[in-house]
T-cell receptor, first 114, second 118 residues
Framework: KNQVEQSPQSLIILEGKNCTLQ??????????LRWYKQDTGRGPVSLTI?????NTKSNGRYTATLDADTKQSSLHITASQLSDSASYIC?????????????FGTGTRLKVLA | EAEVAQSPRYKITEKSQAVAFWCDPI?????LYWYRQILGQGPELLVQ????????DSQLPKDRFSAERLKGVDSTLKIQPAELGDSAMYLC????????????????FGAGSRLTVL
């Protein structure tokens, strides 16, 4: 069964600190993995998209890693800001029969405190 | 930057009433998705369109939910009658045809429609 699991479920950190969010998946056939940021009451916004051959990708203070062998990904946030408070959702894409299936994790809720 | 448009942003209704949500995907995007997201959970696919055709509606509660994309552009999701358990965020997303240069197609979400059923 295709699954995406994220940890921790929630996280509280102080402004300026770093943090790392984890994503483990069992999705086949794997196509790509993406991280989304979802502010409360809003739709998810893409942070990074990583294909099978990519190990690391950065977007400002966000750095995503992918280990396709262990089927793990992480999202590292550097020098956190209050505006980083949101849910972070890991989404793994599988391409089957010419269409794309997206398997969503339940997200990690991050709270950054001043 | 192109956006996926959704309306209404918020809808409060009483149970047994009919509700409709509208989505206008990014111009040229062939694939359109409707997701339901319950608070604290990840989005759950309700229906996926490729142009005007449904390619996956296996999780759509067809006794009360219906979706259409008549001209392969904008789409409507309807609930009739609404039940208390339908309270959720309804997200529309779209992606272009094909796989893209990097091997990963773009999936863009709208801001969502928040439904509260009383």
């Amino acid at each position: 069964k295709n699954q995406v699991e994220q940890s921790p479920q929630s996280l509280i950190i102080l402004e300026g600190k770093n943090c790392t969010l984890q994503c483990n998946y069992t999705v086949s056939p794997f196509s790509n993995l993406r991280w989304y940021k979802q502010d409360t009451g809003r739709g998810p916004v893409s942070l990074t998209i990583m294909t099978f051959s990519e190990n690391t990708k950065s977007n400002g203070r966000y750095t995503a890693t992918l280990d396709a062998d262990t089927k793990q990904s992480s999202l590292h946030i550097t020098a956190s800001q209050l505006s980083d408070s949101a849910s972070y959702i890991c989404v793994v894409s599988a391409r089957t029969s010419g269409t794309y299936k997206y398997i969503f994790g339940t997200g990690t809720r991050l709270k950054v405190l001043a | 930057e192109a956006e996926v448009a959704q309306s209404p942003r918020y809808k409060i209704t009483e149970k047994s009433q009919a509700v409709a949500f509208w989505c206008d995907p990014i111009s040229g995007h062939a694939t359109l998705y409707w997701y339901r997201q319950i608070l604290g959970q990840g989005p759950e696919l309700l229906v996926q369109f490729q142009d005007e055709s449904v390619v996956d509606d296996s999780q759509l509660p067809k006794d009360r939910f219906s979706a259409e994309r008549l001209k392969g552009v904008d789409s409507t999701l309807k609930i009739q009658p609404a039940e208390l358990g339908d309270s959720a965020m309804y997200l529309c997303a779209s992606s272009p045809r094909g796989w893209g240069e990097t091997g990963a197609n773009v999936l863009t979400f709208g801001a969502g429609s928040r439904l509260t059923v009383l």
